[in-house]
T-cell receptor, first 113, second 113 residues
Framework: DGGITQSPKYLFRKEGQNVTLSCEQN?????MYWYRQDPGQGLRLIYY???????QKGDIAEGYSVSREKKESFPLTVTSAQKNPTAFYLC????????????FGDGTRLSIL | AQSVTQLGSHVSVSEGALVLLRCNYS??????LFWYVQYPNQGLQLLLK??????LVKGINGFEAEFKKSETSFHLTKPSAHMSDAAEYFC???????????FGTGTRLKVLA
């Protein structure tokens, strides 16, 4: 079955450490997205990519970085510059059209040690 | 700019009662609208979508939503709530220019026995 796989499910970060969240999709979608979810705030867009080797900042990109070297993969790095990284992170993908919905992974919960 | 407003961050209904979750949007072009459901520690699952055509849209699990252009609304309903409907629900609109998706802040539905 096609879908989106996020790993790990739970991740812990130490002070000053960069951590990378994995997102892989086998839906053949061109567009991929990273969202941060905090209680009561809905989904906030971190970065998105509509094609390989290209990506754009979302609403809260500071302290995060991404790469899109392959169509199937869109890893997110939470850098030490992100001072409040504790959140639930969701990866999504879609066709680049707008009429079709996004497909979501099951998320990664990041906590600070 | 497009936006989505969900009235009521928490809604409680009795089992068997009508479920009504409210969503209003703003858009300068005909919108593409979506409702998603999220269970704890999981990603979002699509319930239903409106693109064009019939304004009453039926989705999974007995949910439906009606697109009302004059009211800029896309409220989600279900005639009879079930305990398994307890979850968080998100309304979203897609931006046809940037292909970004804008989410509401979510409504947590509680079903009382």
């Amino acid at each position: 079955d096609g879908g989106i796989t996020q790993s790990p499910k739970y991740l812990f970060r130490k002070e000053g450490q960069n951590v990378t969240l994995s997102c892989e999709q086998n839906l053949n979608h061109d567009a991929m997205y990273w969202y941060r979810q905090d209680p009561g705030q809905g989904l906030r867009l971190i970065y998105y990519s509509q094609i390989v080797n290209d990506f754009q900042k979302g609403d809260i990109a500071e302290g995060y970085s991404v790469s899109r070297e392959k169509k199937e993969s869109f890893p997110l790095t939470v850098t030490s510059a992100q001072k409040n990284p504790t959140a639930f992170y969701l990866c999504a993908s879609s066709v680049v059209e707008g009429r079709q919905p996004q497909h979501f992974g099951d998320g990664t919960r990041l906590s600070i040690l | 700019a497009q936006s989505v407003t969900q009235l009521g961050s928490h809604v409680s209904v009795s089992e068997g009662a009508l479920v009504l979750l409210r969503c209003n949007y703003s858009s300068s072009v005909p919108p593409y609208l979506f409702w998603y459901v999220q269970y704890p520690n999981q990603g979002l699952q699509l319930l239903l979508k409106y693109t064009t055509g019939a304004t009453l849209v039926k989705g999974i699990n007995g949910f439906e939503a009606e697109f009302k252009k004059s009211e800029t609304s896309f409220h989600l309903t279900k005639p009879s709530a079930h305990m398994s409907d307890a979850a968080e629900y998100f309304c979203a609109v897609s931006d046809q220019r940037t292909y970004k998706y804008i989410f509401g802040t979510g409504t947590r539905l509680k079903v009382l026995a």
